[in-house]
């Protein structure tokens, strides 16, 4: 081999070797930092803390809910698969907003708000939200002690409850007309117990959400009205409900079994069904910082996109907050956070490294007003602390 070809080899080998030190010394300082990080914060036990008008909320999106940016603003969406490290994406799905989870809901649920919960409840189920624009603006209220009271035999309630669905509990119409019942029926509220940690204390909050019910022969009777225009006459009205009131009573077999009907949708099983969503992510949501950790907060403008201003949002960190963030992030690289003001997400930023500084900085924030809102937020409350 020439001297000239050995020089080469040796060339070669010699940035090879410098190479590998390279990647070896890199590993080296990213597994120090995070051994370094876990012994500085990994066994602190920090108390729960429940969400102020500002917090850093970390999600667990193993669970099945994704961030998304939409418009500028950060959303929280139920997904139909898992979507760990599949976050922040712009836009989403068409459908998204069908999953849309309500931050302020969520946000005031953690603080114990149960009116929240209702609504966090209602939100995270389907067939609620279906059911929602049924709801009349004057309903007749139903509470479901009641209406169990009443199936058991509870005499006055049984014939109040039958009033009010025009119809005896064993699918036979009465044989009066009671138009508002015709047209509305009732509306079940239903307790729906959740449990909630609020502020590190496991509680039981109840819910509650409101189920229209009709008896199935009343839509006929309004379907068949609706042929005669918006005001038909006492006596077409009562045409066609003593015409489908004698169907009923010629086929036995057609009749409704509104016992049972009431009975499926206020069994502790849809109790447990409806519960389940809003109780995953709440117990999926951990709060991080609330604006008791930040010392101080400024906004820059920092850049432009499609020709709009671009900001970017320093919080300085008081020391507990900063261990906080720190403990958070040793596990939570490539994931993000949601930060949210006065119950709406401004940001979603993404956890790239382990957060052990005391200032940290949310960037190309889009929205000024809402970036300015956090920030006179944020220096307020620490003036008050």
């Not at 008791?292 to 949002?313: E, H, I």
Request: aromatic share 8%; glycine share 8%.
């Amino acid at each position: 081999m020439s001297t000239t070809s050995q020089a080469t080899v040796f060339k070669k080998y010699g940035s090879l070797k410098i190479a590998i030190g390279f990647v070896i010394l890199a590993a080296a300082l990213y597994f120090g930092y995070d051994v370094f990080g876990r012994w500085q914060v990994g066994s602190k036990n920090f108390a729960e803390i429940a969400p102020g008008k500002f917090a850093l909320l970390g999600v667990k999106t193993t669970a099945g809910y994704k961030v998304i940016i939409a418009n500028g603003i950060a959303q929280l969406v139920q997904g139909g698969s898992k979507f760990e490290g599949d976050m922040g994406d712009q836009g989403g799905d068409p459908d998204s907003d069908k999953h849309h989870i309500p931050i302020k809901d969520m946000v005031l649920s953690l603080q114990g708000d149960t009116n929240a919960l209702s609504n966090l409840i209602t939100a995270m189920n389907e067939d609620l939200r279906k059911l929602q624009p049924d709801v009349p603006a004057k309903p007749v209220i139903w509470e479901a002690d009641d209406l169990q009271k009443a199936i058991n035999g509870d005499a006055k309630l049984r014939d109040k409850l039958e009033f009010d669905l025009n119809c005896h509990l064993n699918g036979i119409p009465l044989n009066l007309i009671n138009q508002r019942a015709l047209y509305t029926g009732i509306v079940i509220r239903l307790p729906v117990p959740v449990h909630v940690n609020v502020a590190g204390m496991s509680k039981l909050l109840t819910g509650h959400v409101l189920i229209p019910y009709r008896v199935g022969f009343t839509r006929k009777v309004e379907r068949n009205l609706a042929t005669k225009g918006l005001s038909p006459s006492d006596a077409e009205t009562r045409g066609y409900y003593h015409e489908a009131y004698n169907e009923l009573l010629a086929k036995p077999g057609d009749r409704e079994n509104v016992t049972n009907a009431i009975k499926s949708h206020i069994s502790p099983a849809v109790i447990e069904e409806y519960a389940s969503p809003a109780e995953e992510v709440l117990k999926n949501t951990r709060v991080v910082l609330n604006e008791t950790f930040v010392k101080n907060a400024s906004l820059q403008q920092n850049g432009f996109r499609d020709g709009k201003p671009l900001y970017d949002l320093t919080l300085n960190l008081k020391d507990e907050g900063r261990q906080r963030l720190w403990k958070y992030s040793l596990d939570k690289v490539g994931t993000q956070l949601l930060m949210i003001v006065n119950n709406v997400a401004i940001a979603a930023p993404r956890v790239r490294h382990q957060l052990s500084q005391s200032n940290i900085t949310v960037t190309q924030l889009t929205d000024y007003d809402l970036a300015h809102d956090a920030t006179d937020l944020l220096n307020s409350a620490s003036t008050k602390t």
